[in-house]
């Protein structure tokens, strides 16, 4: 009986420590662990197909935001952004995908869009 008790508190010992982590798979200490998380989520999301993007107000009261797509370099008119967000809490770094539209331009600096999906971007 003490034997089988020896055991069970060696065990639960064992499985306690094993589940302590304070290193990552690359070896660094916990304390980056934001840095690397979004270093994956970055990986992660382009592996599924969205752009880097950044999102500013513009003057013009035909197209109020302009999307600025940093992998072409390209200005964006989302004619959809308010579907995905309300016009108060508009973040200004997002992660979009979207579909070129065949319309006729609203801006003179942007080319109509419409966003298929987006989210923020913390980075």
Known sequence: MKNIL???????????YSCVTTQGADGKKGE????S?????????IEKG??????SINKSKDCSYILTVE???DKLDPINIQ???????MPEKV???????????????ARPVSIQEISKRTD
């Open 83 to 89: 579907d995905f967000f309300k016009t108060d809490d």
């Open 32 to 35: 980056d662990g934001k840095e």
């Open 50 to 55: 969205f752009i880097k993007g950044t999102l």
């Open 6 to 16: 020896k055991i069970c508190v060696v065990l639960i010992s064992l499985l306690s």
């Open 37 to 45: 998380a979004q270093i994956i989520d970055s990986k992660e999301m």
């Open 95 to 109: 992660w979009v995908k979207y579909s070129d539209l065949r319309m006729k331009s609203r801006c003179k600096e």
């Open 71 to 73: 992998k072409y370099a």
